[in-house]
């Protein structure tokens, strides 16, 4: 599924809903796209990652998942 395209006025106010963090494209472990924290958010080396449903984010801390990064990310 291709990553949805935002202008760049709407990527600026996408943040992280608990933290208030930029939130970075990635793709899921299921290859759907989703918005991630770009900086740790639920602890040292733990981020939250909101789906993207019909290319829409959905911004609900109820809806995040919390996953682990490495140093690499």
Do not use: S
Not at 39 to 58: E, L
């Amino acid at each position: 599924m291709a990553r949805p395209q935002y202008e760049p006025w709407v990527r600026e106010i996408l943040r992280c809903p608990v933290g208030g963090h930029e939130l970075v494209d990635v793709v899921d472990e299921d290859g759907q796209p989703a918005l991630q924290c770009a900086q740790d958010c639920d602890g040292p080396g733990r981020r939250r990652r909101f789906p993207v449903v019909d290319g829409i984010p959905v911004l609900l801390a109820d809806d995040a998942t919390v996953v682990a990064v490495g140093d690499g990310d």
